[in-house]
């Protein structure tokens, strides 16, 4: 077994209304920042031991389907490294 | 026989619905979700998913409750042809828990919402609505910061074509626009039918618009007599 951390990033899909990122995007604006636009995405990082990272990333890829992520709204990347 | 309202952590709307059912004459008592249900199905009349912020909304509004035991039991209740209604965090919760499709998120306002709002009968055919006409107009309150209705196009056409669509958004007329659509709701929808017309979620509060000496409208007291 070899340990690794799985970064799961969990993000809504293209087209999905994100108030919170807009309402972020406008505070910044009004800090006097410059952008075009601005996306939020929770990101979970995951430290599990698997045999190698096909194993790790297919648990990870589970773990965001049944809760990480909605499905419905959610898009998610899953990204292996060793520990 | 009672209705089982299922109460979790940070659930705060399972009193009121217990209140409510009993002023219908409604048999019905709060259950801890550890608790299970009764393990004897004849003696659950229904259950309710009442509102609240179980599991402080951590993840998503709904996710941790959608996936503790209990809901297996829901589920399965709910595919017997138990009578099953998510009222708000509750309607959070079915969706995450797949017994009604697609999802409530963020108010396109960014805001908590706490207000009266209009909502139009789609179906009178359903136990939620036997009590109405489709078209009817109800006053019924909202309090919700996670109530807007996303669901992706070709799934919304399944639940429009399927006839799922239980309550929409409208103003005093009746009429769906824009500007009586307090949350950015896909289609104004406020309300859907699971796979069974005997499961309903909606995110407006039907046991705050019952009891007459606390509430401004009783709209709400149909929806609950679903379970009479």
């Known amino acids: ?83 | 026989m009672t209705v089982a309202v299922v109460q979790f952590g940070g659930s705060n709307c399972d009193r009121d619905a217990v209140r409510a059912l009993g002023h219908l004459g409604i048999d019905a008592e709060r259950r801890w979700h550890e608790d299970g249900l009764p393990a004897d199905r004849s003696d659950l009349d229904g259950i309710v998913l009442p509102g609240g912020f179980s599991y402080g909304d951590y993840l998503r509004a709904g996710a941790m409750a959608a996936r503790a035991p209990i809901l297996e039991s829901v589920r399965s209740a709910a595919a017997d042809g138990v009578p099953v209604l998510g009222v708000c965090n509750g309607a959070q919760v079915g969706c995450e828990s797949g017994l009604t499709p697609g999802a409530f998120t963020t108010n396109a306002s960014a805001r908590f919402q706490c207000e009266p709002v209009h909502l139009r009968v789609e179906r009178a055919d359903t136990p939620w609505t036997a009590a109405y006409e489709p078209g009817d107009v109800l006053s019924i309150p909202i309090a919700h910061g996670e109530g807007r209705f996303e669901i992706d196009d070709d799934a919304y056409d399944d639940l429009v074509a399927d006839d799922r669509v239980l309550f929409r958004y409208c103003d005093a007329d009746g009429a769906v626009t824009d500007t009586a659509n307090p949350n950015g709701s896909t289609g104004n929808v406020a309300g859907v039918l699971g796979e069974r017309e005997t499961v309903a979620v909606l995110m407006p509060h039907p046991e705050r618009a019952t009891l007459p000496d606390v509430a401004r409208s009783t709209d709400g007291a149909g929806i609950l007599n679903a379970f009479a």
Do not use: W
Not at chain 1, 20 to 25: F, I, L, R, S
Not at chain 1, 31 to 58: K, P
């Open chain 1, 1 to 83: 077994m070899t340990e690794f951390t799985a970064t799961v990033t969990v993000r809504l899909k293209r087209g999905v209304l994100d108030p919170e990122a807009e309402t972020t995007k406008q505070a910044l604006e009004r800090l006097g920042f410059e952008l075009d636009a601005l996306r939020v995405a929770d990101r979970f990082e995951l430290d599990l031991e698997a045999t190698d990272v096909g194993a790790a990333a297919s648990r990870a890829d589970e773990m965001a389907e049944r809760l990480l992520a909605n499905p419905t709204i959610h898009d998610y990347e899953v990204a292996v490294a060793e520990r």
